[in-house]
Structure formats: C-alpha cells, structure tokens
C-alpha cells in the first residue's frame, strides 16, 4: 500500500506540538488515526476537530513507559480498523539542566521516555507487522543527535541511542518493515518549558522565539516517508531551521 489515504496511523505523544501537527496533516491526507497521549482532554478535543473536518481518529490514554499502553494502543488499532500500517514514536522528554545540577530523576525520565518508550513502541508493533507482512516505524529523534551542547548531555544521550536503536531495527526489518527517524531542529513547541533550570528556560525560549520552525514542517516530512511506495524506505530525515547553527 503506497499514499497515505486509508492507511491506520498510531502516534504517540499526540496531544500537542509536533504530534498534534502530525495527526491534523495525516488526517486531512486520508489517513485513520489512532492517538496516544497522557492527556486525555486533549487528545479528545483533537479527536473532535478532527471528525468534524471530516476525518477519522480514535484515542487512547497512552504513557509510553507503560509497556502496556503502547499494547492498548496497537490493539485499538488492530480492533478498530483491522491493521496497523504506521507508528510514529513521537512521545518525548526534555527536562534539560547541566549535569552539575545533579537532576537525576529526570534523567530517568529522560531514559525512560525517549528511549525505552521507543522499546516498548516496537515490542508492542513489530509481531502485528510481521503477521501483517508489512509496516513502518517512524520515531521523532533530534539534532541533539548529531551535535551535543551543555545542559543537553543525557537528552542528547538518550537521542544518540534512538538513532542506534532504529538502525538496528532497519538492519533487522528485512524487505517488509520499513523504519524511519526524523529529527527536528528548533521548533514552535512547549519543548522549553519542560526544563526545571530557570537559565536554561530562559535560553531554549529565546532561541526558539528567534529560530524556531513550525511543527508542520516536522508534520510534512513524516507524511513524505509515510506516503512512499512500499519498496521505498526513508531512513533519515533531519529537518531543521535555516539559521539554525
């Protein structure tokens, strides 16, 4: 199955920014929506705009270090439409501080997010898609990736481990699971606000009032590797602002 219309998309992290974005571009495109987030409110308020521009979207509360939620999750989808085609690991962490600050519950939060999330998204996946004889992951990463800065150390570490761990899952698809990673530059969310240091705030917000792309940018590449024939598989797509350094 080639495009996007018709096709089952599950995305986690779905009540904001670049999920939301994600889910609002894919919908309007035909694609049937199964969204994953911690806040229930806003995944229904999405699930409504979404119907009522005359698209199709179901919603589960979905904490992704719950191995059992990313299976809920899969299982609505399967239940609902029949199949799952997509899964796009968007849910992320981003409680940056340096590592003087000695934060370390929300280092693990950042592991456990970004990282095991991520885990959990494929053991709960990969068996449908192996029945089904196709399927394609897609996971939100970050530049944090390829270049480390102060205060982003463990971020950026659990970034790093995404990027290996989906390579990995490539290498092991074979010719019938495709696997993608995008990683965002800057962009227009609440990523700033997550942090606990004031300084650090205060810089994230400033460079993303002064770089930051919209999360429709992020939205339009997933749907480029989402609407590829099946024999065409996007790894990597890294999109980011012009000025960003």
Not at 79 to 97: H, M, Q
Not at 115 to 130: D, E, Q, S, T, Y
Request: proline share 4%; glycine share 10%; hydrophobic share 45%.
């Amino acid at each position: 199955m080639s495009g996007i219309d018709g096709k089952v998309v599950a995305i986690t992290g779905a009540s904001s920014g670049i999920g939301e974005a994600t889910a609002l571009l894919l919908a309007e495109r035909g694609a049937r929506l199964v969204l994953g987030a911690r806040r229930s409110e806003r995944l229904a308020e999405l699930v409504a705009r979404i119907e009522a521009a005359g698209g199709t979207a179901v919603q589960t509360r979905t904490d992704v270090t719950r191995r059992a939620d990313l299976h809920a999750l899969v299982a609505l989808a399967v239940e609902r439409f029949g199949r799952l085609d997509v899964l796009v690991g968007n849910a992320g962490a981003g409680t940056i501080s340096p590592l003087d600050d000695l934060r370390v519950d929300e280092w693990d939060r950042m592991v456990d997010v970004n990282l095991k999330g991520v885990l959990h998204g494929i053991g709960a996946a990969l068996p449908v898609f192996r029945a089904q004889g196709t399927g394609h992951f897609i996971t939100t990463a970050s530049t944090a990736a390829f270049r480390v800065v102060p205060a982003m150390a463990v971020y950026a570490a659990t970034k790093v481990a995404v990027r290996a761990l989906c390579e990995g899952l490539r290498q092991e698809a074979g010719d019938s699971v495709r696997v993608t990673t995008v990683s965002p530059g800057v962009v227009r969310t609440d990523f700033a606000d997550a942090s606990t240091n004031p300084q650090v705030r205060a810089q994230i917000g400033e460079m993303r009032d002064r770089l930051a792309i919209p999360p429709e940018a992020i939205a339009r590449a997933v749907a480029f590797a989402v609407e590829q024939p099946a024999s065409v598989d996007v790894n990597e797509l890294v999109v980011r602002p012009t000025a960003q350094g």
